[in-house]
């Protein structure tokens, strides 16, 4: 069955101080990997995908195969980071016609002043 | 661009109505749509995905006679949902993809529906 881990509900830190937030996944093939954000009262939206290997925001996310790993980490964390973010890999149904993502619990971040 | 608009944002309704729920791209023509649903402090699980003009491909343990979709033109999907009880009540949200322009396989969200039967 395909899984996504995000072993951390909460996370809390300083702002300037570096940010990881962990994602494992469990999926057959090769999916493709994304993070996706939510800020206080928007909507989710999309930070960053593997394939595209940017850094969006200060953040960037690693994949890897071995480690079955996607996490995401910014090197200083700032106040406007506060959201909750979720992991999301991302593969072909079985019909082969469609990408369906499946999203991890999420993780709260809140950056501290 | 890659707008997706839900309406209405809010509903409340008696046991055993149904509840129709719309998502529209302003700016762009989705081949395909999500619905989703999200439990207080949950994540978002899938519902269904659905493409213009073809019937929903429902996951596994949702009712397809109870969340009934439809994807009749590529700006616009609705989920209805019929006879709502109680345990309907939620945050369904509804997501997009498609379009030239826009990179494959990205959903845009929209800001989602909250759901309360009485």
């Known amino acids: ?113 | 661009g890659a707008v997706v608009s839900q309406h209405p944002s809010w509903v409340i309704c008696k046991s055993g109505t149904s509840v129709k729920i719309e998502c529209r791209s302003l700016d762009f023509q989705a081949t395909t749509m999500f619905w989703y649903r999200q439990f207080p402090k949950q994540s978002l699980m899938l519902m269904a995905t659905s493409n213009e003009g073809s019937k929903a491909t429902y996951e596994q343990g949702v009712e397809k006679d109870k969340f009934l979709i439809n994807h009749a033109s590529l700006t616009l999907s609705t989920l209805t949902v019929t006879s709502a009880h109680p345990e309907d009540s939620s945050f369904y949200i509804c997501s997009a993809h498609g379009g030239a322009l826009l990179a494959k396989n990205i959903q845009y969200f929209g800001a989602g529906t909250r759901l309360s039967v009485l």
């Open chain 1, 1 to 113: 069955a395909q899984r996504v881990t995000q072993p951390e509900k909460l996370l809390s830190v300083f702002k300037g101080a570096p940010v990881e937030l962990k994602c494992n996944y469990s999926y057959s093939g090769s999916p493709e990997l994304f993070w996706y954000v939510q800020y206080s009262r928007q909507r989710l939206q999309l930070l960053l995908r593997h394939i595209s290997r940017e850094s969006i925001k200060g953040f960037t996310a690693d994949l890897n195969k071995g480690e079955t790993s996607f996490h995401l980490k910014k090197p200083f964390a700032q106040e406007e980071d506060s959201a909750m973010y979720y992991c999301a890999p991302a593969a072909v149904n079985s019909g082969g016609s469609n990408y369906k993502l499946t999203f991890g619990k999420g993780t709260l971040l809140t950056v501290n002043p």
